[in-house]
Nanobody, 121 residues
Framework: QVRLMESGGDSVQSGGSLRLSCTAS?????MGWFRRTPRSAREGVAS???????NYADSVRGRFTISQDNAKTTLYLQMDNLQPEDTAMYYCTAARYPDCTVDSILLLGNWGHGTQVTVSS
């Protein structure tokens, strides 16, 4: 399995921005971010396929941007106009998977320790 390590989480005020990073031990065909709160199930946030195709949850589209470095071993999530409902633990996930979407990344079964994002109103 690919080893993953997330960073960049912090506490910000509503309307603020954060950039999450995820370092992977190897490149894969599908990478993404999902989030989880103590009271909710996992929610796929954004995904990126090896060819650069991206997919976003409706709740973050237009505010979040997923990207990778050229080596495809570092994953980023630029989060703008953060809202209190974005408060969650954010996890990076990665694996070989042919159909890379915000829904399918929840099936990859491989993620890091997570990084906490807290947005206050």
């Amino acid at each position: 399995q690919v080893r993953l390590m997330e960073s960049g989480g912090d506490s910000v005020q509503s309307g603020g921005s954060l950039r999450l990073s995820c370092t992977a031990s190897a490149s894969t065909s599908c990478m993404g971010w999902f989030r989880r709160t103590p009271r909710s199930a996992r929610e796929g946030v954004a995904s990126i396929a090896y060819d650069g195709t991206t997919n976003y949850a409706d709740s973050v589209r237009g505010r979040f941007t997923i990207s990778q470095d050229n080596a495809k071993t570092t994953l980023y999530l630029q989060m703008d106009n953060l809202q209190p409902e974005d408060t969650a633990m954010y996890y990076c996930t990665a694996a070989r998977y042919p159909d890379c979407t915000v829904d399918s990344i929840l099936l990859l079964g491989n993620w890091g320790h997570g990084t906490q994002v807290t947005v206050s109103s």
